[in-house]
């Protein structure tokens, strides 16, 4: 009977037992089995019989055979690897053999990893890029390594930029946690690019937003649709410019309709978040995930009143209940776990995001009406993005703040905030004095463009 006692017991028995072993079962899972336990092998051991099973027809039988024979730490078995590693036709077997080449750590082994990086597939030339990192330092490696910072594929680009190119930070900079003190809690009367271009590098450690709607309201007429999207992405560069590193831009639209100006003319659909995306790949915000925001049907404009008449099949027109919210982190080599690192323990432990979070990114949240302002995010909405993606202490920014619902749910969650509002009359609802008592009257300063501008000197 095949156990792994008695494949343990075979294997430390002298040469030859497992090869003799393998002759005898034949099948995929028998070979399987035994080659997945063997585990630490002898030094003496004889892999003479892998060599056949690197033709196997299984692919699951190839890949374990390569993953043994790189084990092995024999040289002379490099040309065969070299072999599967460019010819083999199942991708995880030819990608195991590179792994194998790369385990070796031989000179012979760099010298054929380095002609892999010609190979086709992106997964492959990770994998000899990760073997031959081992070798950093080594001239010719690290030229052979840079040059790949213009390979097609971005996780190349990716790897090789952060390997080599990646610039160190200026040591002098403000410590990742921290925010000045004159945008803590600060409301500004003004348009937004013209007040962010007077901040620092850095200086904001998250940003949600919901952008005005391409003409769909007063406060925001733009001559064209491209104007509007070229207005957004403006700002959305600026963002990206004093969000820290690493750290998350979330954006709340959805398609808008413009209605049609007569009956002999269409209505129009902008799909405003599909046409923002490319603008905010482009300049260097790393998608992270689509978050739709669900609503009650009886809460939306009816659309579908004309087809449930008819239903004539072109002319159906669902009620839109969604709207997304798009997440975005800012790029860099550093993964999330030097953000959270940044962090002291205490504020870990204060942050932990409360049972009852959500676990999907359908969120079904009922919308908020507001006699003053027009399109208010619903308190349960800011809080589940600034729970979800700050830390107490953080500070949160709304280029786009309306009544301020985020500035408040903010502060509300221990952290700070700081919000950009063109228009008087929202800037004066925040001010007012119902308002401003949900803002803490002693801690929000409310300035305009020229107070701030003092605030800072
Ligand atoms: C969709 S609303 C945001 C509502 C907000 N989320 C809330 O909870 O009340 C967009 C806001 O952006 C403001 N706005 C439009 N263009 C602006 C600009 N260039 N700078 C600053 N604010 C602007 C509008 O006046 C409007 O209040």
Redesign the pocket.
């Known amino acids: 009977m095949l156990t792994k006692e008695y494949i343990k017991e075979l294997k430390n028995n002298g040469n030859g037992a497992i090869g003799d072993l393998v002759k005898e079962y034949r099948d995929s899972s028998s070979l399987t089995f035994i080659l997945e336990n063997l585990g630490q092998l002898p030094k003496d051991f004889d892999g003479s019989f892998l060599l056949d099973l690197l033709g196997h027809k299984n692919s699951t039988v190839r890949l374990w055979a390569v993953k043994t024979i790189g084990k092995l730490g024999n040289e002379e078995y490099l040309p065969l690897l070299k072999q599967t590693a460019l010819n083999d036709n199942d991708t995880n077997v030819r990608r195991e053999a590179v792994s194998s080449i790369g385990r070796m750590r031989t000179k012979k082994g760099q010298t054929i990893l380095t002609e892999i990086l010609q190979d086709n597939d992106p997964k492959i030339v990770c994998q000899a890029i990760r073997g031959l990192l081992v070798f950093k330092g080594d001239n010719e490696v690290d030229n052979s390594l840079k040059q790949l910072l213009n390979h097609e594929n971005e996780m190349v680009r990716t790897v090789i930029y952060k390997e080599y190119f990646a610039e160190k930070k200026d040591k002098n900079s403000q410590p990742h946690t921290e925010s000045y003190d004159y945008l803590k809690n600060v409301v500004v009367n003004?348009?937004?690019?013209?007040?962010m271009r007077l901040l620092k590098d850095e200086s904001i450690h998250l940003t949600?937003?919901?952008?005005?709607?391409y003409n769909a309201?007063d406060?925001?007429i733009y001559p064209s649709y491209k104007a509007y999207l070229e207005?957004l992405a403006n700002?959305f560069r600026e963002v990206h410019r004093i969000t820290k590193e690493g750290r998350f831009l979330i954006v709340?639209t959805s398609p808008i309709i413009i209605p049609r100006i007569s009956r002999a003319h269409s209505s129009k659909r902008y799909p405003i978040p599909f046409d923002i995306h490319p603008y905010l790949m482009e300049m260097g915000w790393e998608f992270i995930d689509d978050i739709v925001w669900m609503k009650p049907e009886a809460s939306v404009k009816n659309r579908i009143g004309g087809f449930q008449q008819h239903r004539k099949p072109l002319a159906y027109k669902p009620n839109s209940v969604t709207e997304y919210l798009m997440v975005y982190r800012k790029s860099t080599d550093k993964l999330l776990d030097w953000n959270i690192r940044q962090y002291d323990w205490q504020t870990v432990q204060d942050s932990k995001v409360p049972e009852g979070y959500e676990t999907t990114n359908v969120w079904k949240i009922d919308p908020?009406f507001?006699k003053v302002?027009?399109?208010?995010?619903?308190v349960e909405l800011?809080k589940r993005v600034i729970q979800y993606y700050s830390y107490k202490g953080d500070l949160v920014f709304?280029?786009?703040?309306?009544?301020?619902?985020?500035g408040k749910t903010a502060k509300k969650l221990g952290r700070y905030f700081f919000l950009?509002?063109?228009?008087k009359?929202?800037f004066d609802y925040m001010k007012s004095k119902k308002s401003k008592e949900m803002f803490d009257t002693i801690e929000t300063k409310f300035l305009t463009l020229d107070e701030f501008k003092e605030t800072i000197k």
């Open positions: 003004a348009d937004t690019i013209e007040t949600f937003t919901s952008p005005p709607y309201r406060y925001s207005f700002v709340n908020c507001d302002h027009s399109a208010v995010f619903p800011c709304d280029p786009f703040a309306g009544s301020g619902t985020v950009t509002e063109k228009d009359t929202y």
